[in-house]
């Protein structure tokens, strides 16, 4: 079956005009029409089948890209906030993994052009942004995109529902310096450079405390292409250093699940000899051992949020690549238990 980009080729149009020529919407000259019915009649194109609604019309879609559909559970709640207000407005929604990889994205948005979808919210977790042309082909369909967390760079301004890292990067630090702790570490993405992300956020706030940024872990050594053994042992070899942090500050729970393991292993107590902070908290982490002391960055109002700028831009009737891209900043909150103290005299 042919595609509408194929059609494009094909009539030498462009994918819009072609868009218009199917669905009988916007101006076109009678003969460009004509012609591009006749090769769509000819190579037998066929618009994907939509979802109904009971009255019989055709539903509208959004998509979701995740780097991966129900994990990390910060995920599954996105998926949970955006769902809600999707069904509640008549959408259907279709899911999608990044897998971190970009060449994966521009696949899937350039699927994306060939069905009903109305809007895409994409958290996807790559290093490389996505390029202007990919953003401005979905614009050309009259799809909006919204960006969600940091971890989406793009290379053009657009909708962005996130958390505020400064904020989050505030209540880690000052909780533990409050504490009492000098020597603080970081586990999280090596992209400090950046300066919407956690990690720069996180130097930059302990700039500001007057304390060094000396002890980073990158967890693209687990994230990325290496394995997890070569992520423990540097962690490892960061917690038996003679000048060890008191104190770590990891970028998701799961990786402070993996801090608290090889603590114990290495008879580190916690919190009476190091103090731990994760992010996102998981369901799962009120009961490790100690109660992780964690950061809720309300995945599922961010999900919620994501969804009602779409609904706006749709009720606005404004083309996308014409809307002013807005940001929009979900508070996070310190959930205080058990794995933090004051530091210990070693």
């Known amino acids: 079956m042919v595609t509408i980009r194929?059609?494009?080729?094909?009539?030498?149009?462009?994918?819009q005009t072609v868009i218009r020529a199917l669905h009988d919407t916007g101006r076109i000259s009678p003969d460009t029409k004509q012609r591009i019915l006749e090769l769509a009649a000819l190579y037998q194109y066929k618009r994907p089948v939509q979802e109904m609604r009971a009255d019989g019309t055709s539903a509208r879609g959004i998509a979701l890209m995740t780097t991966r559909i129900g994990y990390p559970p910060f995920n599954a709640y996105l998926m949970k906030g955006v769902a809600e207000v999707a069904f509640e407005h008549g959408f259907h929604l279709t899911l999608m993994e990044s897998?971190?990889?970009l060449t994966h994205i521009q696949r899937a948005f350039f699927a994306l052009e060939e069905i009903?979808?109305?809007g895409v919210i994409a958290l996807t977790g790559h290093e490389k942004p996505i390029p202007k042309r990919t953003v401005l082909d979905l614009w050309s369909h009259g799809i909006y995109l919204v960006a969600v967390d940091a971890s989406t760079p793009i290379e053009v301004a657009t909708d962005r529902v996130w958390t505020d890292e400064r904020q989050l990067a505030d209540l880690a630090i000052s909780y533990l310096v409050e504490l009492g702790h000098r020597?603080?570490?970081?586990?999280?993405?090596?992209?400090?450079?950046?300066?919407v992300g956690r990690t720069y956020a996180v130097r930059e706030r302990l700039r500001q405390q007057g304390l060094p940024f000396d002890?980073?872990?990158d967890s693209g050594l687990w994230f990325g292409a290496l394995d997890e053994q070569e992520f423990s042992t540097a962690i490892m070899h960061m917690l038996r250093a003679k000048n060890r942090p008191t104190a770590v500050f990891c970028f998701s729970d799961d990786i402070a699940a993996l801090v608290l393991l090889l603590a114990h292993r290495l008879q580190l107590s916690v919190p009476e000899r190091l103090s731990v902070i994760g992010c996102a908290n998981f369901p799962m982490s009120q009961h490790f051992i100690p109660p992780l002391t964690t950061i809720d960055q309300d995945p599922m109002e961010i999900g919620r949020q994501a969804m009602a700028l779409i609904l706006t831009h749709i009720d606005g009737g404004q083309e996308p690549a014409l809307c002013p891209p807005s940001t929009i900043a979900v508070p996070a909150c310190l959930i205080k238990r058990g794995s933090c103290a004051r530091p210990s005299r070693e």
Do not use: M, T
């Open 99 to 101: 897998h971190n990889q």
């Open 183 to 195: 020597r603080i570490a970081y586990i999280g993405p090596s992209s400090a450079d950046r300066p």
């Open 215 to 217: 002890w980073f872990v």
């Open 6 to 15: 194929q059609l494009a080729e094909l009539s030498g149009c462009s994918r």
């Open 116 to 118: 009903d979808v109305k």
